[in-house]
């Protein structure tokens, strides 16, 4: 008897792992950093010309597996975090699939690089998807970060189990093939609805629920997307009001007043965040709305 206990034990113990696996919650995707690369026969010089060469990834167009401190050109081309990165051709994509849990929402968080003069763009989706055009097209034209690499999220509600991640180079009026951003520590993260609380009337006013941040990287913070590139913001409870993105700090690497995160308003008067509160404000309360304001345009709600 208590050796047919201890197998049923053995196995509720193996299919409560198995669940929990199943689930993606947070940090890097399988080969995210993409540190498990193609074999030499899967390559004709930096192009893989294998779309299943790069393990727990599916290419299609020209796609280039790069070493940091790769020459192209006068450019030396750095990773910030491991040794490999991917560049992404024109009209070229990389796509995984991810078991996550359905009716969820989610954030995706990757690095990226520009390596040309054109104006360069990725478009960043998740397929199963109801929801008709529901993608981001994310501008690479700007960048805020001193060595050339930005973090970027992306939010979405997970409509199945299942789901296939895609980033894509879309296609420009450019003719060289070659020519497109690189790609690197892919990583998502479960974001939870924030609830408001007797001290504060505002969703996750202190800025502590949002994207994943990388956490050997120094690119420094993520680009949250305006609401115009991505209608499920990766900050729970706001809106990014303007057409400029906003930068999601962490304490690890920001002088952050009170908290482990916060936000930066990078572009000025040009950068806008919001939030409506619906509740009927009472006539004979007095409320008070307080912040604080860095003179780098760091802000935290409290």
Known sequence: MQKISAILLVVVLLCAISNGVLSFIDGILPNGQFEYGPKPHQMKGTRVIDPKAIPNWELTGFVEYIKSGQKQGDMLLVVPEGAFAVRLGEDASIKTKVKVTKGLFYSITFNVARTCAQEEKLNVSVSPNSEPHDWGILPMQTMYSSNGWDTYSWGFVAEASDIEISIHNPLTVEKDPACGPLIDSIALKALFPPRRTNQNMLKNGDFEEGPFVLPKTDVGGVLIPPNIEDDHSPLP??????????????????????????????????????????????????????????????????
């Open 237 to 302: 409870g706001w809106m990014i009001e303007s057409l400029k993105a906003v930068k999601y700090l962490d304490a690890e690497h920001f002088a952050i007043p009170k908290g482990k995160r916060a936000v930066e308003l990078i572009a000025g008067k040009e950068s806008a965040i919001a939030q409506v509160w619906s509740r009927r404000l009472q006539a004979k309360c007095m409320h008070f709305l307080s912040l604080w304001v860095m003179p780098t345009t760091l802000v935290r709600v409290i």
